[in-house]
Nanobody, 120 residues
Framework: QVSLVESGGGSVQAEGSLRLSCAASGSIFSINAMGWYRQAPGSQRELVASIISSAGTNYADSVKGRFTISRDNAKNTVFLQMNSLKPEDTAVYYC??????????????WGPGTQVTVSS
């Protein structure tokens, strides 16, 4: 009942920038949390940044000062501005959204993932 469409991934050289977007649509009544995770080959999926209605923003230590998460509530969209990218930021980035459906059921949805590749 909820679909996520991600965009903005790609290839960039070190110190470059990329901006990821994730738009949620469907039978959504409210969204209370939106976030970005990433998974590099051979590694577990890890939280990059999250934005929660009641708690503000949270970042992984490895991206603090370089990445900024924001959201457009009217469009159910979350963004991840990534600056000063490093080769170790290379991964598939996944959007995650949690909230409540129109009929009161809680939901958590994942996007399909978008590849970010940073070359040195």
């Amino acid at each position: 009942q909820v679909s996520l469409v991600e965009s903005g991934g790609g290839s960039v050289q070190a110190e470059g920038s990329l901006r990821l977007s994730c738009a949620a649509s469907g039978s959504i009544f409210s969204i209370n949390a939106m976030g970005w995770y990433r998974q590099a080959p051979g590694s577990q999926r890890e939280l990059v940044a999250s934005i929660i209605s009641s708690a503000g923003t949270n970042y992984a230590d490895s991206v603090k000062g370089r990445f900024t998460i924001s959201r457009d509530n009217a469009k159910n969209t979350v963004f991840l501005q990534m600056n000063s990218l490093k080769p170790e930021d290379t991964a598939v980035y996944y959007c995650n959204v949690a909230g409540t459906l129109l009929w009161g059921t809680k939901f958590t949805s994942w996007g399909p993932g978008t590849q970010v590749t940073v070359s040195s």
